[in-house]
């Protein structure tokens, strides 16, 4: 069976300072691996995703996440936090083989302080 | 267009009462979804429907009943439903690309629903 976890239900940073969430997973098959963001009272959007190939991922709104098989994480980053960036992030995996089914970690809350 | 509507946005229903939660795509998507998320917790999957055809039930009780009419729609009749199914209902879309779980899901705003 496969899980992720993200470390960190909360975090606080303040606008211009580095944005780090923390995922990891942990899967018998290759994983792919996705972030997604849901702002209040919407449904989740698409940040990035990791499928194969190159380790480092670039996606909307300035974020990027780094595969490292070895350390089974995906964290998520952004050098510099905007107001608009509080919301609520969640890493999501889906087993190699066929099968759409996603798999949630617990989500992370990013607050954003001026 | 990524578009992924749902329709009521709000629903307040009793536990007697008979609803339907809907959902529209118009990307030609062959796979939807539906999601349950309580506050403060990640989507739960419920159903997937692939080519119309039901695909995944996550042992959702029987008080849920999800129909694909169409490729672009998705409903889902809600029946006796209890005050613990209160939640944030999501439906997402995907392209369902053969042999692969790498398709993006499109997920609409939600139906936030209530049962008194």
């Known amino acids: 069976a496969q899980s992720v976890t993200q470390l960190g239900s909360h975090v606080s940073v303040s606008e211009g300072a580095l944005v780090l969430l923390r995922c990891n997973y942990s899967s018998s098959v290759p994983p792919y691996l996705f972030w997604y963001v849901q702002y209040p009272n919407q449904g989740l959007q698409l940040l990035l995703k990791?499928?194969?190939?190159?380790?480092l991922v670039k996606g909307i709104n300035g974020f990027e996440a780094e595969f490292k098989k070895s350390e089974t994480s995906f964290h998520l980053t952004k050098p510099s936090a905007h107001m608009s960036d509080a919301a609520e992030y969640f890493c999501?995996?889906?087993?190699?083989?066929?099968?759409?089914?996603?798999?949630f970690g617990g989500g992370t809350r990013v607050l954003v302080k001026p | 267009d990524t578009e992924v509507t749902q329709t009521p946005k709000h629903l307040v229903m009793g536990m007697t009462n008979k609803k339907s939660l809907k959902c529209e795509q118009h990307m030609g998507h062959r796979a939807m979804y539906w999601y349950k998320q309580k506050a403060k917790k990640p989507p739960e999957l419920m159903f997937v429907y692939s080519y119309e055809k039901l695909s995944i039930n996550e042992s959702v009780p029987s008080r849920f009943s999800p129909e694909c009419p169409n490729s672009s729609l998705l409903n889902l009749h809600l029946h006796a439903l209890q005050p613990e199914d209160s939640a944030l209902y999501l439906c997402?879309?995907?392209?369902?690309?053969?042999?692969?779980?790498?398709?993006?899901?499109?997920f609409g705003p939600g139906t936030r629903l209530t049962v008194l």
């Open positions: 990791y499928t194969t190939g190159a380790t």
């Open positions: 999501a995996v889906t087993k190699g083989a066929a099968g759409n089914k996603l798999t």
């Open positions: 997402a879309s995907s392209q369902e690309t053969a042999g692969t779980s790498t398709d993006t899901q499109y």
